[in-house]
């Protein structure tokens, strides 16, 4: 079983930046990928960014160039900086990792940008 506990989230004018953190529980061992989700109040659930097998992490386009995704392997713990953010960039975000072919989601923290 994994545990997701993420931190970071909080409410930040447009133009500014947040640092979002995930750590897993265990270990990377049969971890395939990590990353972030979010979910904007009435909208279907959308990933961010995330990290799999490939050389490079992706992002969803409303984020690139705003947005990057790290980790740190021995801490088993990601990151999310959020640069620029935008009124649109309001939601839910949810820490998301599959290992060993199964998923797991943290409880999600809110972000709020206002104008």
């Known amino acids: 079983q994994v545990q997701l506990v993420e931190s970071g989230g909080g409410l930040v004018q447009a133009g500014g930046s947040l640092r979002l953190s995930c750590a897993a529980s265990?270990?990377?061992?049969?971890?395939?990928?990590i990353g972030w989700h979010r979910q904007a109040a009435g909208q279907q659930r959308e990933l961010v960014a995330i990290?799999?097998?490939?050389?490079?992490?992706n992002y969803a386009d409303s984020v690139k160039g705003r947005f990057t995704i790290s980790r740190d392997n021995a801490k088993n713990t990601v990151y999310l900086q959020m640069n620029s953010l935008k009124p649109e960039d309001t939601a839910v975000y949810y820490c998301?990792?599959?290992?060993?072919?199964?998923?797991?989601w943290g409880q999600g923290t809110q972000v709020t940008v206002s104008s």
């Open positions: 998301y990792v599959n290992k060993y072919n199964r998923n797991y």
């Open positions: 265990g270990s990377t061992f049969g971890m395939n990928a």
């Open positions: 990290i799999s097998s490939g050389p490079m992490p």
